[in-house]
């Protein structure tokens, strides 16, 4: 068996399941494998290997009565540079997670991460510090609406083949974004990136490298709160859509955009 591709997809009766001896070591693609798993309330994959799935994309998505599951032991390998390693949506709409531990993920290899935890409206703490993301490409909406999230752990990522990050955490209840290390050289899209998060204070983004950009609309649009940003290194050379960029910042007193042409 190389993989479980949709093998529960939609089984929205089911409720409990018990995967917990299942030999997965030589699989390769899982995606949709519990997809839109409605009513799931138990779910033992805890000793599943990993180590070999590149193709993992909405795994959990809509399992939106799933409880706290015990994935913090999966070793992934993504080792082979001629894959598309995917986990976007993987927890997409698990909106009954209250803590999930991903932390000792290796993350090394992925390279796209988009929506991957889309939804999670409980989770007030999602630890990806330490996340290897030097081949991440893609990370549109990886936290979108995570609402309850207030601690952003992205302050280390090296996300300098990020091209994508559209609608990243749009939504939430973050009062800073620790972004201001980030190397943003291949940066593409970045609307909606922070749009509606009314506790936002303050965006460190001085340092991101704007040169690439082509779409910043909505990117700040109804951060209320947003007061400190600095933007005056920012040059927007192949900027084509700014629309609504800073729509609704009532707090934002002062905004130095004498570079932006």
């Not at 997809?9 to 995967?19: M, P």
């Not at 009314?198 to 082509?214: I, K, R, S, Y």
């Amino acid at each position: 068996v190389s993989g479980m591709e949709g093998a529960f997809r939609s089984c929205t009766s089911l409720g409990t399941l018990d995967t917990s001896s299942w030999d997965t070591s030589s699989w390769v693609y899982v995606r949709h494998a519990f997809r839109n798993c409605t009513s799931l309330t138990y779910l033992e994959v805890g000793g599943w290997d990993m180590s070999n799935i590149y193709e993992a994309s909405y795994f959990f998505a809509n399992c939106s009565s799933l409880g706290n599951i015990a994935v913090s032991g999966w070793t992934w390998s993504f080792t082979d540079p001629t894959r598309v390693n995917n986990l976007s949506h993987f927890f997409l709409g698990c909106s009954s997670f209250t803590t999930l531990d991903v932390s000792n993920w290796n993350m090394t290899g992925v390279k796209l991460m988009a929506g991957m935890f889309t939804g999670c409206d409980q989770l007030t703490v999602i630890d990806t510090k330490d996340w290897d993301m030097s081949e991440v490409t893609n990370i549109n909406a990886m936290f979108q609406s995570c609402t309850a999230m207030i601690d952003l752990q992205v302050i280390d990522w090296d996300v300098a083949k990020v091209e994508n990050v559209n609608n990243f955490v749009n939504f939430c209840t973050i009062a800073t974004a620790p972004c201001g290390a980030w190397q943003t050289n291949s940066l593409l899209y970045c609307g909606r990136v922070f749009k509606e998060c009314p506790n936002l204070h303050t965006a460190e983004v001085a340092g991101w490298d704007m040169t690439q950009v082509e779409s910043a609309y909505d990117m700040f649009m109804d951060c209320y709160a947003l007061a400190n940003i600095d933007t005056s290194l920012w040059s927007f050379p192949l900027l084509e859509n700014a629309t609504n960029m800073f729509k609704s910042c009532t707090d934002l007193t002062t905004l130095d955009t004498s570079n932006w042409g």
